[in-house]
């Protein structure tokens, strides 16, 4: 029995020598800047790569006009052109599109839309407006 005992502190110090090395001292959780940098991810980072593309938001696009998980911009008719042209959030979105692509290339939207989908809409989109 002490031999377990003893066998349960060993362990427990030897967790509290290793743990605070593994723990960042502000104990925020890392913020990726450019999810790209990262190579060879696992299914997990994977998504959570893509997830940090989506949360790359530009200040000219205001909320309808940007790229959501759903795989939707909330663009009326009229508003192709600013879309497109003036704000540049049609560009904005190309390069959240191919960040997705770089770190999942088979990522599918909410809705089941792939990257290709969402480019050719936005291509298809911005080529009528002009």
Not at 24 to 40: F, L, Q, Y
Not at 80 to 102: E, M, W
């Amino acid at each position: 029995m002490e031999k377990s005992s003893s066998l349960r502190y060993g362990f427990l110090l030897v967790l509290l020598v290793l743990l605070p090395g593994c723990i960042k001292a502000d104990w925020n959780i890392e913020m990726v800047t450019d999810p790209t940098s990262n190579v060879n991810l696992s299914p997990f980072d994977q998504w959570r790569s893509a997830y940090e593309c989506l949360q790359n938001i530009s200040s000219n696009c205001p909320g309808n006009y940007s790229l959501n998980e759903g795989g939707w911009v909330n663009l009326r008719s009229n508003d192709t052109v600013r879309y497109c042209n003036i704000t540049g959030c049609a560009d904005h979105s190309r390069a959240v599109l191919k960040c997705i692509c770089l770190v999942k290339r088979d990522f599918k939207f909410q809705n089941g839309a792939t990257v290709k989908d969402i480019n050719d809409t936005i291509n298809d989109g911005c080529r009528s407006s002009t």
